[in-house]
């Protein structure tokens, strides 16, 4: 006599759909950046630690036993983190499954960041997510406002307020929330943040920032050293590796793309249009226009987004060593030179953008805007005008986190691709 099987809940059959379709989506974007000519050996480990979280829906960090803490924005200093004895783990998603079940909780002009967030909250099945015994929320926009009330039924919550200016006194209010952040950090961690701890955090973040400037520079002096998906793969890979970790396998990269310089090697030998990618971060596995631009002939050249190169590209400058002067540096650091849209006056972000444009000799730019990030989209009239008066061609790309729409960006990249070689043949 045959046993009946037991038939599934509700809940049960939705997990299974949920982990079938999460791990199928990522490991076919995964599957692509692999498949791109001119891989570096070297770039295996990051490629790995995005599998490893998103493919075998495993904790990376549960290897050193230490507590961590989810960060919701680069403006949550990972030095304090490090300081109290924990790691810090990026917890912002590009996760399309996660999307469509935050999409029926949250409304639907909300972020699609923030729907990803809510979908892997409700399910309760990443371990990355799931495992954290403290949040950090810096609250950059409406949507990460809301997002605090609903992550405080699982977990310890600590939102940080960020001010909307660069001020000094901007700057004071922001030292404030780091002394309350340390507060929390010790009451969740059990060890307290002392001078000493906290320049240990700081050596941690600092060699990563050090091998991340060594790799800026090797990029600055051949622009078709490495595939700019792949290297997208490696700054979103630092949100699920300790620092330490991360710097390491960095340093292995730059040895051998420096190989690469001195034996003129490039990952392609055509003169593919230089792109600049800014706006809305780009969030793995959401790879759909960094893969787009490359396939479509182009080459991503840099990038201008939270979750890239501007995560972590701006060390603190420390001119008082005493507790609070750090504190007062890391504030500085993560205000001052930052270009999100948050703040109220963001000429910083055109600054940055013009000299980047220079330093990687782009021919065009751009624009991701996340449906209904409203706070990158208000930006994009300004920067256009700014572009224009350079002769920089400029496209605006709005997505969602779905695959609907590739059929529709393909054409408008390959479109803008075409616009920038005639108008270099011109």
Not at 3 to 13: Q, S, Y
Not at 73 to 93: D, N, R, T
Not at 160 to 182: K, M, N
């Amino acid at each position: 006599m045959m046993i009946e099987e037991k038939k599934l809940t509700k809940e049960e059959r939705q997990e299974i759909r949920f982990i079938k379709k999460e791990t199928m989506t990522c490991a076919k974007y995964l599957r692509r950046m692999e498949e791109l000519d001119g891989m570096p050996g070297e770039l295996q480990p990051f490629l790995d630690t995005l599998r490893t979280v998103y493919v075998d829906m495993k904790n990376p960090l549960e290897q050193y036993h230490q507590k961590t803490v989810g960060t919701y924005c680069v403006m949550a200093p990972q030095e304090l983190v490090y300081a109290a004895g924990a790691i810090p783990v990026k917890l912002c998603s590009g996760n399309y499954t996660a999307f469509s079940i935050g999409d029926d909780l949250y409304p639907r002009d909300a972020c699609p960041l923030v729907k990803a967030v809510a979908g892997f909250q409700k399910m309760g099945l990443m371990p990355v997510y799931r495992d954290c015994s403290l949040m950090a929320v810096p609250v950059t926009c409406d949507c990460k406002k809301k997002i605090v009330e609903m992550l405080e039924q699982t977990h310890s919550v600590v939102p940080l307020s960020v001010p909307a200016g660069r001020e000094d006194e901007d700057i004071d209010r922001y030292v404030e929330e780091l002394y309350r952040f340390i507060g929390t950090l010790e009451v969740v961690t059990g060890n307290h943040v002392t001078w000493d701890s906290l320049a240990v955090g700081m050596n941690i973040a600092g060699q990563a920032k050090y091998e991340l400037s060594r790799f800026l520079k090797l990029k600055k002096s051949m622009p078709y050293l490495m595939w700019g998906t792949h290297i997208l793969a490696v700054m979103n890979a630092a949100a699920y590796m300790r620092a330490d970790a991360w710097s390491f396998h960095m340093n292995r990269l730059n040895s051998e793309l420096a190989k690469r310089i001195e034996k003129g090697e490039k990952v392609t030998s055509r003169n593919r249009p230089r792109i600049l990618l800014t706006g809305s971060p780009v969030i793995f596995p959401n790879m759909k226009i960094p893969l787009l631009i490359e396939e479509m002939g182009g080459i991503l050249a840099a990038d201008e987004t939270c979750m890239g190169e501007r995560g972590m590209s701006d060390p603190p400058v420390v001119v008082d060593d005493s507790f609070d002067g750090i504190l007062r540096a890391l504030a500085n650091q993560v205000i001052r030179p930052c270009s999100c849209p948050t703040f109220v006056n963001n000429r910083e972000r055109v600054y940055r953008i013009r000299q980047m444009i220079k330093d990687y000799q782009i021919q065009g730019v751009i624009y991701h805007v996340l449906r209904g990030c409203l706070v990158y989209d208000y930006e994009y009239q300004l920067l256009e005008e700014e572009l224009g008066k350079m002769g920089i061609p400029v496209i605006r790309m709005e997505s969602d986190y779905n695959e609907e729409d590739v059929e529709q960006l393909r054409i408008r990249t390959e479109a803008f691709i075409e616009l920038i070689r005639l108008k270099q043949a011109a």
